[in-house]
């Protein structure tokens, strides 16, 4: 967290009043390594079948909701050369990785009960997130929610940002935005938020608790 912008309201500075969480790396699980595992062995043509697909611009702009599942699997299949059946079976594993960390869930959940304003913003393509709110109960949780691929803006762009505040009329000085990776983070200090660098719940409990009471 950036210690200091992000006072702790007894010390005299601002109260943090809304928490916005990510979902890949935070609240679900997200391993290309070990999706990637089970269609490439060879750690090495791993890390390069993982640079090609997630790594590469087509996967952005599916993420941006600029591309559809069909069209970047299209994409891929042409690019990389590789089997068709095997890019869309990529694909449907990583719908299928994302699950719950339950020490996020659990303290996302006490957070809740405490009536802290939660929500979240991720980059994610629309598809997969339409799976994935039919497969976990955790949703209401939140009172607001931004993905990337409906509202066709990512992270870091600073205008995602920007959305994510106006549409819920929240504050910047009075949120605080948990993510995994540190573009985002840097991103998110440049709009104004508070933030935290997720390494696991425990070490997020804790910064929270310099700016909530939980």
């Not at 910047?172 to 985002?184: G, Q, R, T």
Request: glycine share 6%.
């Amino acid at each position: 967290m950036d210690a200091p912008s992000n006072q702790s309201p007894g010390q005299g500075g601002p109260i943090v009043r809304n928490v916005i969480f990510d979902l890949g790396g935070v609240v679900l699980e997200w391993n290309p390594d070990q999706i990637l595992s089970r269609f490439q062995k060879d750690p090495d043509l791993r890390s390069r079948l993982r640079q090609a697909l997630f790594g590469h611009a087509d996967w952005h702009l599916f993420d941006r909701g600029s591309l559809t599942e069909d069209e970047v699997i299209d994409r891929m299949h042409a690019r990389m050369g590789r089997p068709r059946g095997e890019l869309i079976a990529i694909v449907d594993a990583v719908r299928e990785s994302l699950i719950e960390k339950p020490d996020t869930l659990k303290l996302i959940r006490e957070l809740h009960q405490r009536a802290i304003p939660l929500y979240c913003l991720s980059n994610m393509p629309a598809s997969i997130y339409a799976h994935l709110r039919i497969r976990h109960a955790f949703w209401d949780l939140f009172r607001g929610i931004v993905i990337s691929g409906q509202v066709r803006m990512v992270k870091p762009e600073p205008q995602v940002f920007a959305h994510l505040l106006q549409r819920f009329n929240l504050q910047a000085a009075e949120s605080i935005f948990i993510d995994d990776l540190p573009v985002n983070i840097e991103a998110a200090r440049r709009a104004g938020l508070h933030t935290i660098l997720f390494r696991d719940a425990a070490q997020c409990r804790d910064e929270l608790g310099t700016v909530l009471t939980i």
